[in-house]
């Protein structure tokens, strides 16, 4: 059994109606800005995650991207829906994260910090082994696979908005997800059999 097929389905707002709240918040509605943070929020960091930030710098990159994107706002004209605009600013905001970081490594006091890592996971989560295979075969697949499958089939942007958002040929993000379709059953099975 795949574990991708274990994740439950996510019931999210149509794409219109995040498009709309994008537009009004351009016009100053409060209101419209908060349904459009909450509506997007658990996407941006899942994509933000799943192209490589760890999970403390997920966070700050989330945030970034909301920022990024409140404040330019008002070059927002809806050709594009909300999602795939959003999407992208976070790609950008996630380069620019680790341009910066490996301009200027950090410093940790702890001696072992992965142990102090290890230590601090939540382990009793229901879905938690199930969420770390997953995690660890596509951190496996790289960078380019990876991206378009998280985009397409985990955000469920279409290929052409996941297109957009990568600045590749939509051909290229169907070789991509299917390739990375091909090494994640391929791995899955590795293990069901191992």
């Known amino acids: 059994m795949s574990t991708v097929a274990l994740l439950p389905p996510r019931k999210q707002p149509k794409e219109e109606s995040i498009t709309a709240w994008a537009l009004a918040a351009r016009g100053g ?3 419209a800005v908060e349904h459009f943070v909450r509506a997007l929020h658990p996407d941006v960091r899942r994509y933000v995650t799943f192209l490589g930030a760890d999970p403390q710098s997920a966070d700050d990159l989330t945030q970034d991207t909301f920022l990024r994107a409140l404040s330019s706002l008002h070059r927002f004209e809806g050709r594009s829906s909300a999602r795939t605009w959003l999407l992208a600013i ?3 905001a996630v380069i620019d994260g ?3 970081s490996s301009a200027r490594p950090r410093l940790v006091d702890a001696a072992d910090w992965e142990a ?5 996971q939540p382990r009793d989560l229901p879905g938690f082994d199930d969420g770390v295979v997953l995690a660890e075969l596509l951190d496996a697949l790289p960078d380019d696979r990876r991206e378009a499958f998280v985009l397409t089939q985990m955000s469920g942007l279409s290929y052409a908005e996941a297109a957009l958002i990568t600045g590749c040929p939509i051909g290229t993000v169907r070789s991509r997800v299917a390739r990375a379709r091909v090494s994640l059953m391929r791995w899955l099975g590795e293990a069901d059999d191992g």
């Open 29 to 31: 509605d409060t209101e």
């Open 90 to 92: 976070a790609r950008r």
């Open 98 to 100: 680790i341009r910066h």
């Open 116 to 120: 102090v890592v290890e230590r601090n």
